[in-house]
């Protein structure tokens, strides 16, 4: 890796070069970049069979890269009738949902969308936070909450959280650039509780899940041969049906058959030790810079928060030695100046011209980029950026299916922004994946737009019905 990231040096290109020797240095310098991001068979054959290594170790301790997260949500779709609600936390925006339900199935839900303001995400307290969540909550379910039994809520909190029980959680460690103080270690459902006491709402938290794990049920109840949840969005992440007999480190499991959701926080996989993962300077170099460093390696290579950051690097890079403008290093000079979505809209660009290569780079960042070569480098670095995170969650989600051994048949429930919005993403997944489990298994990765939350809304509804 090192010896292609200095080739751009090597590369170097000069007011004296003649237009030829530019664009074969112009040519070359992408193909380092297309060297370092495009990723071989090998590579990922090596990168499943160890991420499968992986999840065999989470399973049997604690402290693994690959955490496995028991989640005490259990395969049953029970046809349960009911009014049910939710909160979605699952980054800087939340949502609280209610849901009607009839015989299992959704019948209509409404919602009412929310941001946690920046001064309870960055350094404030839980207090600060859970109260502002516990007062949207409040106005949300009003007249609802005059009933004499308090109102059953399903929490999603797309965090890692380490569960004892369907209804208790403990925040690991905070992701995706939260620093909330007096939120890690804590349990999160008590957290929301309290605050909802303190202001007499009638709402009890039944239920606590992650973003995969609602989304994975919320299509299980359509659909009883889901496998997997999986978000790509801000953040990335999968859960699936694993026997309780392969529980190893949970000794207070029952042994059996019986499978249960297995939260992997998979984004933190190789972390640790970066054996396999294809890191490039560029990812070091975000790492680097993050609040979170040395964790979420993966998740760092594959998710939103980081895809925008990761191709401005990149082009920084390509600027810098010669290979486009030298406006592009002057103008893309603040870190995650460069937004994921721009780089999707750039990369979906097939006009001949890349026009809206050059109007996104115009209007949002006040880049004149007149040659269509250099347009075309710009495209092609967001692509391999956005084509390397659908190659390796394509991976994880192939090492998952051979691990749980439903790699014939099977559904996978997705949800993201960044899958949903990037529009080649889906093929090169659905490309990777089979390359890794056989071309002929019946694999359908599905959209499943606002799982995360209607889930926990399933799941608050499964526990009711286990009453
Ligand atoms: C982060 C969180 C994880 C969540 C994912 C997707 O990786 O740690 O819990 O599922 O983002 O939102």
């Given at each position: 890796m ?68 028991p ?30 339900v ?45 009933e ?24 690991l ?93 998979f ?57 486009l ?29 890349l ?30 950026v ?11 989600i ?34 990777t ?35």
């Amino acid at each position: 890796m090192k010896r292609l990231s200095t080739i751009l040096d090597q590369l170097t290109i000069s007011e004296e070069d003649a237009p030829a020797i530019r664009s074969l240095k112009q040519k070359a310098s992408l193909q380092a970049i297309k060297a370092q991001f495009e990723l071989s068979q090998a590579q990922l054959e090596l990168m499943s069979t160890y991420f499968v290594h992986e999840m065999h170790q989470g399973l049997s301790r604690d402290g693994c890269t690959i955490r496995m997260l028991p989640t005490f949500v259990y395969r049953t779709s029970p046809k349960v009738d009911g009014e049910f609600y939710a909160l979605d936390i699952g980054g800087t925006n939340f949502r609280v949902i209610r849901m009607n339900v009839k015989g299992g199935q959704l019948v209509s839900s409404n919602q009412q969308a929310s941001r946690i303001p920046d001064e309870h995400k960055n350094g404030g307290t839980a207090e600060g936070m859970f109260g502002f969540v516990a007062d949207a909550i409040g106005s949300f379910v009003k007249d609802d909450a005059k009933e004499e039994s308090p109102i059953p809520l399903g929490f999603t909190f797309s965090f890692p959280i380490t569960q004892q029980a369907i209804d208790k959680g403990t925040l690991l460690k905070w992701t995706k650039g939260f620093t909330t103080r007096g939120v890690q270690n804590e349990d999160v459902v008590q957290l929301l509780q309290k605050e909802l006491d303190k202001r007499k709402i009638h709402v009890k938290v039944v239920a606590l899940c992650n973003d995969t794990v609602g989304t994975m049920v919320a299509r299980f109840f359509e659909d009883a041969s889901t496998e997997m949840g999986v978000i790509i969005g801000t953040g990335s992440n999968g859960c699936y049906w694993e026997r309780s007999k392969n529980i190893v480190k949970d000794k207070s499991l029952d042994r059996g058959m019986k499978e249960m959701c297995i939260n992997m926080e998979f984004g933190n996989f190789d972390s640790h030790k970066l054996n396999v993962l294809p890191v490039t300077p560029y990812d070091d170099e975000i790492d680097h810079h993050s609040p979170n460093k040395g964790s979420q390696r993966f998740e760092k290579m594959i998710s939103g928060l980081y895809l925008g950051e990761i191709s401005r690097l990149v082009l920084v890079a390509l600027s810098n030695n010669g290979a486009l403008p030298k406006i592009f290093a002057e103008k893309l000079n603040k870190p995650y100046g460069l937004s994921a979505k721009d780089t999707s809209i750039i990369s979906s660009d097939i006009l001949p011209g890349l026009h809206c290569v050059h109007d996104t780079l115009m209007t949002e960042y006040g880049i004149d980029c007149t040659q269509a070569s250099d347009r075309y480098v710009v495209r092609e670095v967001c692509r391999l950026v956005a084509s390397r995170s659908a190659q390796l969650s394509g991976m994880a989600i192939a090492a998952t299916l051979i691990k749980a051994e439903k790699n014939g048949d099977a559904t996978i429930a997705i949800d993201g922004s960044v899958f949903e919005k990037t529009p080649y993403y889906k093929a090169v997944l659905l490309k990777t994946i089979k390359t890794l489990v056989g071309e002929n298994a019946d694999i359908r990765c599905v959209l499943q737009k606002d799982g995360s939350g209607l889930g926990a809304g399933f799941i608050a509804a499964m526990v009711s019905h286990q009453k």
